[in-house]
């Protein structure tokens, strides 16, 4: 089924550490995005890429970095984990910007302790 | 004042009901309104994409669009127990890919 893959699906990670969240996608869409939800304040952007080789900033990256070096691929890292970012982590996908609904994974989920 | 507004809810209707589901907005620029469902611990799944003002159906699934009011609804008809989850309305304003979320609906249909 074609779709986004997520991995992994959850995670315990220790402060301090740092862990890169996977994301690909298999419908040659242009855009991604990783998004964090959480209760109460929803869906929230945090990096995105309008196309490969390009990135953006979102309405939360402090803490976060991301690359775009293909067009399925695009990875979260979080360089040095904090418990505020324990959340639930989604990446997804476009195809037109401006003009296309966004597509999602079924999520990481993680704890920072 | 957030850009999108949506009642949290929880809603909990019978099996068979109709379900009214619904968003204001503040920003006159949004022309592309969609809808998403999300069950418990899975990504939002987009259940209804429409542009600018009107209704467009889709199965049990009606989305209307009213730009007048800034207003926007998701209607569920014979609803049942499998629609049991969070519902998101998103906007996009055609220009750029900011997507402007509602912070989601609970529905619970109870059988």
Known sequence: TAGITQAPTSQILAAGRSMTLRCTQDMRHNAMYWYRQ????????????????????GEVPDGYSVSRANTDDFPLTLASAVPSQTSVYFCASSGTVGLSPLHFGNGTRLTVT | QK????????????????????????????????????????????????????????????????????????????????????YLCAMLRGTGNQFYFGTGTSLTVIP
């Open chain 2, 3 to 86: 850009e999108v507004e949506q009642d949290p809810g929880p809603l909990s209707v019978p099996e068979g009901a109709i379900v009214s589901l619904n968003c204001t907005y503040s920003n006159s620029a949004f022309q592309y309104f969609m809808w998403y469902r999300q069950y418990s611990r899975k990504g939002p799944e987009l259940l209804m994409y429409t542009y600018s003002s009107g209704n467009k159906e889709d199965g049990r699934f009606t989305a209307q669009v009213d730009k007048s009011s800034k207003y926007i609804s998701l209607f569920i008809r014979d609803s049942q127990p499998s629609d049991s989850a969070t």
């Open chain 1, 38 to 57: 959480d209760l109460g304040l929803g869906l929230r952007l945090i990096h995105y890429s309008n196309t490969a080789g390009t990135t953006g900033k």
